[in-house]
Each structure stands twice: as structure tokens, then as C-alpha cells.
């Protein structure tokens, strides 16, 4: 067992649960996550080098990165992120100082919470806080994107490193992803509770037709910017202006802006009704949401399907849908608090029938992005 009180500093960051606003981050609309108590955590000190020194609570071995070559490690099995995050953090002009860092991530790889925004997000606060440096977080989540888009190859919208970085215990925010303006909604839900249920399917966004996807969003918006000139981005186009404009797109351009539209849309209305403690109505907005996913931007896939529709067959459940970039991951549901061990059993042993083997329910808890903590 490590001695952890060696190191100077404990710092994490969170993984996180997108509640309702999916594929609008890289179209500039609004989107509502939330982070998680589930979280990568660096304990780091500094060590009078000019290197950086990673392990891992759950990997043997170490690794070690040149201040000076940071951008030399993109091909490394493990320790690219960490190193990735480093050298964008460099490169904006921070000052990075030789340090020992142990990592350990207690948010599920592959389960589309996250994981890789939580290390990106919290190897950067902890340079910089071993460096001396305040820093801002939206600039830490910024440039954890742009090593997650260089050192991961997904071209990613900046939703899951602001959650991380931003997040706040508690707080649905409601991040506006063209202006990265935030307001926070405090996320009561009375007598129900949040559900997360990871299908076991492994999600990997390079692998998967993210990139794709956020191309052909694109490709709608060159069009559509045409008619509409005063809209920067696509989550900009009003549904009028959609309705008169769509037939200029290609049928299947078509379907993954009218997702966008829409969901852009249904973000409103979850606000109203979270702020209005209506959780039932919040339940039909996810539930729509899934089902946009699933016929229009077909990023769902079928164990998620299998997932959500057997949430949604329990009498106790207000709405069920796919959390995160898709392909796989884990699936949000919202459940009556006094029936959540009921649900859960009853989730897991429908999905086990249908798929022939075993989904998995995460406790956790909404909690702060990034936390400082000094240990000596
Ligand atoms: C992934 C990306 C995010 C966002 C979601 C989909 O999590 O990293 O930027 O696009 O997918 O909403």
C-alpha cells in the first residue's frame, strides 16, 4: 500500500452524467451535465527534476516524461493523456515543474462517464497547482479538450472537460456551449432518484462514428447557413427556420440535424421542468431524447435499447435514456427513491435475459469538478 501522505497534494477531477442535451455541445447549444462523484484523483509532489513520473493505483509499473520532449509521447500505451494534457498546458505558456504523480481513477473506462475528461482535467489542475500557478478552470477544461481531440483522435465538444473542471456538488449546470456561460440548477428531485446503469458494451469514440457524426452535423449547418445568415452555429437554426429549410438536405443529414434541432428543444424544457421539480415531465424529455438517439442520430445501438426500454417497462421509472457520446456506455434513468433497489434488480435481471450477460449499477453521487486538497 502507497504512503500517500508523501505527496503534497491531492487533487481530482470528476467524471460526469450528461442529463439531457446530447451531440448540441459541438453545435453550440446548450446542454445540461452534471458531475459525479466518481472521480480520477493525483496525489503529486514535486521532485526537484526536470521529468514527470506517473503511476497508477491500479497498473504496476511507472513511466516517466521529459519537461522538455512532452510532446514526444503520443504512442504510449498508457501515460499518453497524462502526457498529452501536460504538453497542452505547456504549450499555452504554463510552467510545468519535475513532479511524482500516482493516479487513481475510480470512474469506469469505457463507460461512457467520462474517464478520460477526468484524467485530462486533473493531471492539468495538479501541474499547475505543484507549479504554484492558480488557474482557471475553464481554461484547464479547454485545454484538456484539445489534448482529448490531439492525443485521443475524437474530435470532442467541450462538454465533458467543463463538467469536470466546473461541476458543483449538487447542481445540474446548464452550460452554454458557444458562449461556455454556466448556470448552475440545483438538482432536487424530490422523492426520486438518478439511476446509472452501464450496459458493459465498451464504448470507444474513436472506434465509433462520432467524428462522423459531428461531420455530417456540420454538413447540414454549410447548408442551412445559406438561408439562415444570422445563425453561427447549428443549435442557432429555430425549428421554423428548420421546417422551411430541411428539404434542402440529404435524407440522412436531414435526420441528425432535425435530432439536433430537437433536442436543442427538449434542453428548454427539461430546465423548466427540473426548476419546477416536475421530474415526471423531466422522465418524457429523456425518454425522447433516447428515442432521437436511437431513430435519428443512431447512436444508440441495442443493448442500450434493451436498457432503456426494460427501465422504461418499470411502473417506478419517470424516463430512461443513453447518457454521453453513445455506442454503448451507461444509460440515466429516473426512479421513485422508495423503488430504487426493486428497479435496479428488476433492470439488471430483464437485460441479463435479453442480452446474456451483465449490466452494471453505479453509485454516485453529484458532486464538485475539481478539488484541491493539500496533504502536506
Ligand atoms: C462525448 C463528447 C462530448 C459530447 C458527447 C455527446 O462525450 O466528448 O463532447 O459531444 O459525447 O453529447
Redesign the pocket.
Known amino acids: 500500500m502507497t504512503d500517500l501522505k508523501k505527496y503534497a497534494y491531492k487533487v481530482s477531477a470528476a467524471g460526469r452524467v ?1 442529463i439531457i ?6 453545435c453550440g447549444g446548450k ?1 445540461m451535465p452534471a458531475a459525479l462523484s466518481l472521480k480520477n484523483t493525483v496525489y503529486v509532489r514535486p521532485n526537484g527534476t526536470d521529468k514527470i513520473n506517473l503511476s497508477w493505483t491500479t497498473l504496476p509499473g511507472s513511466v516517466s516524461f521529459d519537461i522538455a520532449s512532452l510532446g514526444s509521447y503520443r504512442d504510449m500505451p498508457y501515460g499518453k493523456y497524462q502526457a498529452g494534457s501536460a504538453f497542452l498546458w505547456q504549450r499555452a505558456g504554463h510552467k510545468i515543474v519535475g513532479c511524482d504523480m500516482l493516479q487513481d481513477c475510480t470512474v469506469p473506462f469505457g463507460s ?1 462517464l ?1 474517464s478520460s ?1 477526468a484524467i485530462e482535467v486533473s493531471t492539468i489542475a495538479a501541474l499547475a497547482t505543484v507549479a504554484g500557478e492558480p488557474f482557471d478552470r475553464a481554461e484547464v477544461a479547454l485545454t484538456a479538450q484539445a489534448a ?1 481531440r490531439e492525443y485521443a483522435g ?1 474530435n ?5 472537460q467543463y463538467a469536470s473542471a466546473c461541476g458543483k456538488k449538487g447542481m445540474a449546470m446548464l452550460l452554454d456551449c458557444k458562449t461556455l456561460e454556466c448556470e448552475y440548477i440545483p438538482f432536487e428531485l424530490g422523492g426520486w432518484s438518478l439511476v446509472i446503469t452501464d450496459c458493459k458494451k465498451p464504448h470507444n ?1 474513436v472506434e465509433s462514428k ?1 467524428n462522423e457524426r459531428r461531420a455530417e452535423t456540420e454538413e447540414a449547418f454549410a447548408v442551412l447557413k445559406e438561408h439562415v445568415p444570422s445563425a453561427a452555429c447549428l443549435a442557432d437554426i429555430t425549428p421554423g427556420q428548420f421546417a422551411r429549410f430541411s428539404r434542402l438536405l440529404p435524407a440522412v443529414i436531414k435526420k441528425r440535424a432535425a435530432h439536433v434541432i430537437n433536442e436543442c428543444e427538449r434542453v428548454k424544457l427539461a430546465e423548466a421542468a427540473l426548476r419546477a421539480g416536475n421530474i415526471e415531465a423531466l422522465g418524457k424529455l429523456l425518454n425522447a431524447s433516447h428515442d432521437s438517439l436511437r431513430d435519428l442520430y443512431e447512436t444508440t445501438g441495442s443493448e442500450p435499447d434493451v436498457l432503456a426500454d426494460a427501465a422504461r417497462s418499470h411502473p417506478a421509472c419517470a424516463g430512461s435514456r443513453l447518457t ?3 455506442f454503448g456506455g451507461c444509460t440515466i434513468s429516473l426512479v421513485r427513491s422508495e423503488c430504487e433497489e426493486q428497479f435496479k434488480n428488476y433492470l439488471l435481471k430483464a437485460y441479463r435475459e435479453k442480452v446474456g450477460y451483465d449490466a452494471v449499477c453505479y453509485s454516485a453521487d453529484i458532486s464538485d469538478g475539481i478539488i484541491v486538497e493539500k496533504i502536506n
Open positions: 450528461n442535451g446530447e451531440h448540441i455541445d459541438y446542454v461512457g467520462s475528461a482529448e475524437v470532442c465538444g467541450i462538454m465533458d469514440l462520432y454521453g457520446g453513445g
